[in-house]
């Protein structure tokens, strides 16, 4: 129940033969994707090196209808994009893909990650004369590629000179006139994964979306990877001085669908492993335990399985909530979170329940989460969080707030716990938290916002 | 994951006080009844005597917005409705509620159910000279209110001697030009509730609508009941032999939301009794139960807790369906269910799995969830079914498709385990339904559709 | 550049052939009726007994797009309907064409005029039973249909008694299963002729909707006829005493479409002999005459013709003010005459100007052009309105307003001269009038808005 | 009746006082330039140094309404634009104002004209690095501008290297953090005028703009001058060696509004000369002279004051006119020309007609004008053109189509009758043209369309 974003989910796709609708399977598998963007949907199809972009605000599904399709459904190449946006810059000039012509003619770019550096080279890139029409960084990267690439040289051999300019974190998909690019960031902060259909290649920012079109996971793209796609083949670039995967744990804990695996790790099974480890972490006698939906659902699984303890289902999520808007006064009567989630009195009436959520970032979700638990009968209300507590920023695209609003930045736990309203409240350790990737590997993973360290810091 | 559907949800207050906008609590209630009707939405007002009404097709936050609403701020009463139509009369003129003026001046009205002998009225009304706009039986009521109501009698006098034409299942929501009224069939076999909140006065379909505008249940309008309110009380009408609930077991089932309480039995108790009898009743070595969301999950939930098998998550349902499109040749390859359901193949692999769901119909959706689960890698899939099998129409509003489209009306159980490639299939016996009310109680519900007898024929 | 509104504009056609498409030539033909309403269109099709109907508010453009006209390009009949709406109800409910259903199946209802006895007949038929979904007098007709029409009978006779109950002015389009339907009432005080395009048969509000779609004039419906259509053929049924035609003269002045030939006698002729009669009765010496666009601008030659002063163009109309909206305080600055009219400063400036218009009603309108005006230089302005005085009410669909806001009937002329700024101002006499149309006919034709003496009183 | 386009219209203010809302009047403003763009819409204002743009496909009636305006209430300074694409491309992209940010901050640019050598600077920017969003030439401006700027120096001091890189047609209006910038091309190509209202200062591209919001008139802005606006004062810069205007001829033939003064010329005058020179040139006997509407009305009256034949209207221009589609088989049969213009019989039935019109570009929609006169029982139709005959390409923002498709390349002018179907035809001679303007002023006039000798060439 987590009210951070992260900023966007890719899907490209190279359709070799005549009867695959790339734009058909590229809003199918966006689709898909959703959870990974709500404020702005787009396609970009190539077709014989025209490439034509139909991008607005909105939902895959109030973006895209069988007219908008129907005018697409030609074409070889095609990336989409969905996207929320950190900054509030919810504009439709902000929308994804971003189409430019440049002097190697035209390019179509979707980005998924944050610049850290954006700033920096945005005023580097107007100072030697560059203009901007929008805010966001992918107008960066498209300056910077127009800037290096020489007519001489393939977009291959130019994108490692961008990205060395590049901080952060950045899965791409980029169409030029006769081929399709992915990139992802040395580090790779982010997931992208590359996947066939038939004769079609296919990336996408998680397997979740592979699915649907029946397509077939091949592997991960490597951190620092190159992989251009044209008719005649695949050519796969792999950095000279490869890096190890430092993936953000807080894909497998609430970003990433739970269907989804990556980097060889199942999302669902790091979060049944961080609720084994809640539970042998904090363990409290109780009569049931049951998720905050969506995130927190699995892991309570994981819980009950260690403890014991009945699984259950203590809330039901409102699917249909759509654009929400305000009615001054009366609004503040109705609070959001009461919008979006009913309690199951059955469940919880009279009960000991402990409650399993993602995370806590200002204390006002989790407070009225558990003022509705208490309203219903709840004897007791214990709540775990499957993520050590936010205290410091990320610099990769999640919108974690200032320390000032981070209620961890302002209060021991037990006092947050009170301020809440829980009887217990636990957080996965840094520690524990090794186990829900594997050991090894985590001391690569990027836990910046828990840690304070970052990997390329 | 049945594929049918029930007519509509009702909602109607009356607020005495200046403070309270009725279209907007109504609003608010509204989206929590979206589940029981997604093809239409409408809100009527009666402000001072002059009823505005606002409706259109779509989900509620597609018909209501801010301006909307702001212009319906004014008014001591309000009816909204949400509606699917049985008959795929989807139209404009067919969104509720009606607003008519007839010889006692206007008239707005919201009904959940359906008029089983509406064409013979219908008929009737139109010899009698009757014209109609739409094609829905409610205009039927209206018309039936016009005809029978006498200048000097109250709606409350009136109602009595409608109710003897009207067959079938009604809930009716009434303003006129200075009371609300609500109304019940004689058998009770669609819910409807009162409330309070504050001064204000509530009828709502379910529960569920209450807690979001901080509503107490009062108690469930009885079989035959009008109540009518206005601004100097409440006036309760039983009828001179009340009838028994034969309310619709399917509701506890399937149509209502789990945190309903109807006719003083919880909707999630009912569900979990269901798993339990499944369990008890058709027992199977497996690995993990689940169910199929959402209306099997709960059920899934007795399930596991009967028969100490793991509960775990089995589906990711994607939220996002909106209007959904065809797209031609393409369409035919990406299966409708794939779109809304994603298999966690991390529950599934390897695992025999019982998997839990309302109902049958035609049986190609569980034939495509059970192949899902087998693509997945289960290696065995034994369903398990928490209503006894469809076998005969519903005359009450819900759609069941004609006979020779009902697969149990086909073929024995045995053969539809084949046909849709369980290993095993289960449904709730008649006999263990009873457990599912009250034994006593059963006898007098509606379970019509597997039964073969109705209450009223 | 009055804003009085008429109520409506009508078009209908059978199309035998295969390859006419009935609604593509109502939209058409609607289109060059859409002077006749703005407020909202609609086109019933019957296309094999079965009538379906898309209407909303707004402009044929905004209603109609290739989209829904292409889910009504099968059909044998269509009537299409444009509106404004005199009482201000805008409401889609009050769209036409009206469908309803009632005892001898399907019928759609498209009606120009006003039923002056309305009110009375629905208070009539709601002690009789009747619901009523809208304000419009169109409901009335329908409900009085439904009422006389017996089993064994054809509309053709029903008719007949209906009309007996109507008072007022009313033209009907009507679709039952197998027929259109065309009534013109007693007096025949609203437009309606017939015409041909192959072996399509067509009805018209006016003859300027002919042409577009090359068809060819017939003749006009006459008062009291009814002709229904029929694949079998054509029935012209015309009333047992038939009266004289008592057309509206301010459809010759004001409504019609200079373009048209109503009941015989060309709009334009009556415009131009408008002009003349203003040149002879009120002659002053300046140096040009123009009219106010649209209306006045035919009068305007006439009057240039008969007095030998130079006819010129004095105002540009804009010719793209859409929905006009409100900006609160800066509104008041911006006068909506301003937004609409410009003057053409060389035509004006330093010169003696006559202008002619179509009529005064509260004054303001005039003031402000006069203002224009005078701004822009005009020496003298002489203003000469092509109608005599509105001082009494229409009862037949002319929107004028009470007696204590028309100015005529607040001041003698050379006070409304005085007030509106002209130099010197003219109307048309009523002895003059006569003129416009022929001598022996005037005495007939409908100028109850002049005279106060009204046909049927 | 032109099928031709100019590129745009243009309007600007800086409301120092804080009760002029500038987005409000010029929003007024563009509504009276709607002539010179239906295609797309926009306003930027700057509030204090922020600048925000509202832009969309559409006239200014669908892309503007009091939502819109109320959000851009606030701010110093305004530009806004219409458009008409000349190539086709009406994407939402190129809509303007044109935002951007650069090293100096944000800029928003409105554009009129066309920059003739832009596609030769848009490589050599592409060649520089520079990136393009959109297909249009004000993109390749802003890129000059952020390349020239130097960040000492001010805007003004930027422009003049800027325009040295600039070729062909262009008005300027640029709103920088604390400035609005008016920038007319060296040659005066497209027209430009600065007026003031109260203590606000504003530009538009013709005067027709003014009146609405009540602003006087100062004076054009000289050929190649820029011209600044601060709260400081205004600034204008004149060229070291300014040029003569070269302003367009076509401008007071045909793209502006009759009622606007041009370059101190007023457009009405110049139309009535042209009528006046077309009668002395080909002088026939008549009994009737009209225009095509709307821009041959004004020439007609000139031909018929010369002529002494009575001057008269022939046609209706329909004048709800909007997003036109096309129903495939169907529409063939329903000429264009035939929605828009409806003929007066009355004005043209048995006689010889002298109908003028302002050019003919490929021939099809005069000889469709011809074909309605003659189906209405003219008996001589003489068509008269106020300009000479297309037959070289324009440089500077009107689109021209090739010569291949220009039938004055294709036949002599006594063809061109014949083909047309004309008894006579006579097109302004180059010689009359002269007096048009006025002589000596002729010389310096872009007449290029016709005579093929264009000043900067």
Redesign the interface.
Known sequence: MSDLHEECGLFGIYGPENDV?VA?YTY?AL??L??RG?SSAGIAVNNDGDITCHKDLG????VF???V??KMSEGQFAIGHVRYATNGAET?ENAHP??????NGPLALAHNGAISNADKLR?EL????????S?NDTEVI??LI??ERKETESIEETMPRVMKYLEGAYCLLILTKHKMIAVRDPYGFRPLCMAKAGKSVIFSSET?AL????AKFVRDVAPGEIISVTKNGINEIMPENPGKSHICVFEYIYNA???SVIDGR?V??AR?RAGIELAKQYPVDADIVFGVP?SG??AS?GY??ESGI????GF?K??????T???E??DQ??EAV??KL??????VKGKRVIVVDDSIVRGTTSMQIINLLREAGAKEVHMRISYPPFMHPCYYGTDIPSQDALIACQMPIDEIAKTIGADSLGFLSMESLKTVLKNDELEEACKGCASGVYPDR
């Open positions: 609708n058909w199918n689709f898909q959703q959870h709500q939902l895959v599904d109030d209808n069988a007219e399709l129907g439709r971003l189409v430019i012509k440049y002097h005023k107007e100072d030697g004369g560059a203009i901007f029409q805010t498209a300056h127009a800037r979740c699915d649907v079109i029946k669908r739970p269907d199942s669902y099974k049944i969506d659902s699995v699984i009950a399985h009945k699984h259950g289902i039901i409102n699917r249909y909530v759509g654009r808007f305000i009615m006064t009366q009567r109705i009461r919008k009913s309690v199951l009195t059955d469940t």
